[in-house]
């Protein structure tokens, strides 16, 4: 089974440019991705998937492709850009598994600031491990108006308001 690649997931510029629904669909295409990066879904088992509407598949496919996370070969077959396979020379930490919440009906209600966060906390340490940041570089503020380190949130109501529901579907704890 193929797993979402580490490196893909942090490019937070490309996940910014993407659409809230191509964010949602990355998970959903990488599980059923098979070892040589050929994506074996139609559009009818992504609309049984219930992660969008499906007025909006086609455009989430076609931003995929737009940024180059996902490509047609000649024969019209989609294939991605943003799996990986675990070898025996991969030590590090290099993929994301396909974990089961990425299927949930919360995970498929989230909205785009809240799942470029989540991509990011998923991308910074190995999950299970203690991530430490400060919140006030999260979003923009007078203190760090021209620094920002982490912009995925437009103000301090924005971000917690985000944060909490993340929290309280349980993606992830805060102490």
Do not use: C
């Not at 609309?47 to 024969?75: F, H, Q, S, V």
């Not at 991969?90 to 089961?100: P, R, S, V």
């Not at 109501?157 to 704890?173: A, P, Q, T, W």
Request: net charge positive; hydrophobic share 40%; aromatic share 12%.
């Amino acid at each position: 089974m193929t797993m979402l690649s580490r490196e893909m997931l942090k490019q937070q510029k490309i996940l910014k440019s993407l659409s809230s629904v191509s964010l949602r669909l990355i998970p959903f295409l990488a599980a059923n991705t098979d070892l040589d990066k050929r994506i074996n879904v139609t559009l009818e088992q992504i609309e049984a998937a219930n992660i969008m509407t499906p007025r909006l598949i086609k455009e989430a496919l076609g931003r995929l492709e737009k940024a180059e996370w996902i490509y047609r070969d000649k024969d019209g077959f989609l294939y991605s850009k943003f799996n990986t396979i675990s070898t025996a020379d991969n030590h590090n930490f290099h993929y994301i598994n396909l974990y089961k919440f990425f299927q949930s009906d919360e995970y498929k209600k989230s909205y785009k600031r809240q799942l470029q966060f989540l991509f990011y906390i998923l991308t910074a340490k190995l999950p299970g491990h203690e991530h430490s940041l400060a919140i006030e570089h999260l979003y923009q503020n007078r203190t760090n108006a021209k620094h920002v380190k982490l912009d995925f949130f437009i103000s301090f109501e924005d971000m917690m308001s985000n944060l909490l529901v993340l929290i309280k579907k349980g993606s992830f704890e805060v102490r």
